[in-house]
């Protein structure tokens, strides 16, 4: 089972920013948070990864409290390219095994 | 530099015969994974490989079997096909010792069985 857990779905208009939620309540301490980007019959595309706090790239933002039950990664100033499905994964390094979620399907209206 | 390459890119088969789905890992990775990802659902782990042997197996029947190359790359083999294996496959590349959940994807191959 996944250990995360995410909104099936949610809408957006352009130019906002989006912020998606994921949970996880049992992740181990040398667990990750990495974010994953994935449009119709395209594999998965590496978004951004954490461990605490906050992280920023060129691309999207990604928070995790102290606590670390939870995460948000954050999309400023979406566009319509922007419409795909967000995986949330939980895993540590040397992991081999990803287990995937059903991820966040958004979508991003003119 | 090309990123990860998989073959072919659609493929129809018939029930119970046998297929192989091939993969080139991005340059300078040694790692392999496949994965299943059927409509709508994430991405299942299937097996991972690193200096050409199996490291980890996801839940998957022994029809699901793979080899790795000297060169890296990889393949897939699927035998007895069912329909229940209609699905995409990907094929992700990582570098030993850097972060295995920071993967790289190729575009996959559609697999129909019919």
């Known amino acids: 089972l996944a250990k995360t857990t995410q909104p099936i779905s949610m809408d957006s208009y352009e130019g906002q920013e989006v912020n998606i939620t994921c949970s996880h309540n049992?992740?181990?301490?040398?667990?990750?948070i990495t974010w994953y980007q994935q449009f119709p019959s395209q594999g998965p595309r590496f978004i951004i990864q954490g461990y605490k706090t906050k992280v920023t790239n060129e691309v999207a933002s990604l928070f995790i409290p102290a606590d670390r039950k939870s995460s948000t990664l954050s999309l400023p100033r979406v566009s319509l390219s922007d419409t795909a499905v967000y995986y949330c994964?939980?895993?540590?390094?040397?992991?081999?095994?990803?287990?995937w979620g059903a991820g966040t399907k958004l979508i991003i209206k003119p | 530099d090309a990123g990860v390459t998989q073959s072919p890119t659609h493929l129809i088969k018939t029930r119970g015969q046998q297929v192989t789905l091939r993969c080139s890992p991005k340059?300078?990775?040694?790692?392999v994974s496949w994965y299943q990802q059927a409509l709508g659902q994430g991405p299942q782990f299937i097996f991972q490989y690193y200096e050409e042997e199996e490291r980890q197996r996801g839940n998957f029947p022994d029809r699901f079997s793979g080899h790795q190359f000297p060169n890296y790359s990889s393949e897939l083999n699927v035998n007895a096909l069912l329909l229940g294996d209609s699905a995409l496959y990907l094929c992700?590349?990582?570098?030993?010792?850097?972060?295995?959940?920071?993967?790289?994807f190729g575009q996959g191959t559609r697999l129909t069985v019919v």
């Open positions: 994964l939980a895993s540590g390094l040397g992991n081999y095994q990803l287990i």
């Open positions: 049992n992740i181990a301490t040398n667990d990750y």
């Open positions: 992700a590349s990582t570098s030993q010792g850097a972060s295995n959940t920071e993967a790289f």
């Open positions: 340059s300078g990775h040694d790692t």
